[in-house]
């Protein structure tokens, strides 16, 4: 169950900042990318080092902080590596590597900038991106080792009842009434494409 997301422009989040290091969850983001720019998840020219949209915008974070005046890096995982499910190990490795930066770019979702926060609680986490909702991508398997999103469909933000919701109306319904039952009930009904 993929997100739907959406840039944060980088305005002044990092001012102040000397240096700034990013790290990109894998996953939603990745898959958004490549539903959005028309292009495979994975192929083999992927595999063997070819950038995709992804990899380009996360470069282009790296060029953007330099070009304010701030040195930056990129925390850099296996393709399928879920910044929200990091193991202890890999967030070792990630303490080592962001401990000269005053700041983190997250390009994940709020559970990825937790799992950020946990790891450096002293130093400005900022998200970059927005989650609009969660996607249901289509995944085509093709022949050699290429993988293709071939549809994908969106249930916005306001219309996910049930997880964290702040619906006041709802705050003392118990599971499956309410409002939130029946919210519930034509969001399934009523998936928007994006």
């Known amino acids: 169950m993929p997100l739907a997301l959406s840039l944060v422009p980088i305005d ?45 915008y996360l470069r282009a974070l790296q060029l953007d902080a330099e070009r304010r005046g701030q040195r930056s890096g990129l925390f850099r995982t296996s393709r399928a590596a879920a910044a929200c499910l990091w193991s202890t190990a890999l967030a070792r490795k990630f ?9 983190i ?5 709020e559970s990825a900038v937790r799992t950020v926060s946990q790891v450096f609680p002293d130093k400005p986490v900022v998200q970059l991106v927005r989650v609009e909702g969660i996607a249901n991508f289509t995944l085509r398997t093709a022949w050699p080792l ?3 999103i071939t549809a994908a469909a969106q249930i916005p933000r306001e219309r996910i009842h049930g997880l964290g919701s702040s619906d006041r109306a709802d705050a003392g319904a118990l599971p499956g009434t309410g409002a939130a039952a029946g919210a519930r009930a034509d969001g399934e009904r009523g998936q928007s494409r994006i």
């Open 12 to 56: 002044r989040q990092f001012d102040g900042c000397q240096s700034v290091m990013f790290v990109a969850c894998n996953v939603c983001p990745r898959m958004h990318f490549a539903w959005e720019h028309h292009e495979r998840l994975l192929s083999p020219a992927m595999l063997l080092g070819r950038e995709d949209s992804f990899d380009r």
């Open 95 to 103: 303490r080592r590597a962001g401990a000269g930066f005053d700041a």
């Open 105 to 109: 770019g997250v390009v994940g979702c």
């Open 146 to 148: 290429t993988v293709e």
